[in-house]
């Protein structure tokens, strides 16, 4: 907990000081809005009283010091106003902008630290089946056995490193797509049979209609269904089910990700597909990730003029639903 109190506090420091120079702009406004009307009165008893009584068009003249000061007043008003709505709208926008900074700050650290565990993990189990190969002469069904954990932790870090740089890509527009027609039927289908030999105790159901096919990017298609795929594995319990399907149909194809986990409040749908968000509590949260998966979901989907969408599952769980036109 004690670490992330300086970056609380720094957004109690913010606040407070935004708000101080807030109250402190408007009162200034209020108080200058006063003064000036003090001297318009003063101005105008000054004038009033310079008026000579017997003078024949004294009523005339003192009707147009009145209406010069009632000109004057609209006009201290207007300005006022609308100085006051400038302030209001640059404090909003002003508002907005920071705690927006702030939170990308917070989500940028927490970044850091998953970033770091995930790297941390795969490597030190990576070096420990290492070292048990080299120093020990274990059996070949044993060997093999640490041999396949130790790829599935190196898929781990190269999917981790592919994500990092093509989110990096994708922001600074220098990613260069070359797009070209693919069989999304087999991609699919090839991205579900690599998680069933990387995750052989758990249960992926497909409905995969053939020879489907789009005008994309293979690597892309693929970060997005393993993404989808893993993110489905990773929020649900061990013995579900996870159920994908592709279908085409009235000029669109569909692809959908079925999970049986605990699914997704109302709230955190409009937020999930955020760069660096992840659902629930940063410091209570089990499940891996960065908090990237979704956000270059629904790049991908963008970059193949598509929409991805996500609503829940009965009964339980969340189901994710990428839509394609067909041209």
């Known amino acids: 907990m004690s670490f992330f109190k300086p970056q609380q506090q720094k957004q ?41 009584t017997n003078d024949p068009v004294y ?55 998953a970033v770091t565990h995930e790297l941390k993990t795969p490597i030190a189990i990576t070096q420990l089946n290492l070292e048990t190969l080299q120093k020990r002469k274990l059996e070949e069904e044993k060997q093999q056995k640490l041999i396949s954990n130790t790829l599935q932790e190196a898929n781990r870090l190269n999917t981790l490193c592919n994500n990092i740089l093509l989110a990096s890509q994708l922001d600074s527009g220098l990613y260069s797509s070359q797009k070209q027609e693919i069989n999304l039927s087999d991609l699919v289908e090839g991205c579900i049979d690599d998680f069933a030999n990387r995750y052989p105790q758990r249960k992926i159901t497909e409905k995969i209609a053939e020879s489907i096919y789009i005008n994309g990017e293979t690597l892309l298609l693929q970060m997005l269904v393993n993404n989808l795929i893993e993110n ?96």
């Open 59 to 113: 009523h005339q003249k003192y009707l147009f010091i009145e209406e010069a000061k009632k000109r004057k007043t609209t006009q201290y008003l207007a300005e006022g106003f609308t100085f006051l709505a400038l302030i209001i709208l640059g404090a909003v926008f002003v508002f907005r902008a920071t705690r927006r900074q702030l939170r990308l700050s917070q989500q940028q650290q927490n970044f850091m630290m």
């Open 232 to 327: 489905a594995l990773k929020y649900s319990p061990k013995e579900s089910v996870i159920t994908v399907t592709l279908q085409e149909e009235n000029q669109k194809i569909q692809l959908t990700v079925i999970d049986e986990g605990q699914g997704i409040s109302d709230t955190e749908k409009k937020k999930i597909f955020e760069k660096f968000y992840r659902t629930g509590n940063e410091n209570t949260r089990k499940a891996k990730g960065t908090g990237l998966g979704l956000y270059l979901c629904q790049k991908i989907v963008q970059g193949h003029h598509g929409y991805i969408a996500v609503k829940d599952n009965s009964p339980t769980g969340t189901n994710f639903t990428v839509t394609f036109q067909i041209k």
């Open 12 to 52: 109690v420091v913010v606040t407070i000081v935004y708000w101080v120079l807030l109250v402190y702009m408007i009162a200034a406004l209020l108080y200058w809005y006063t003064a000036l009307e003090k001297q318009n009165e003063v101005i105008s008893k000054i004038s009033v009283s310079n008026l000579q």
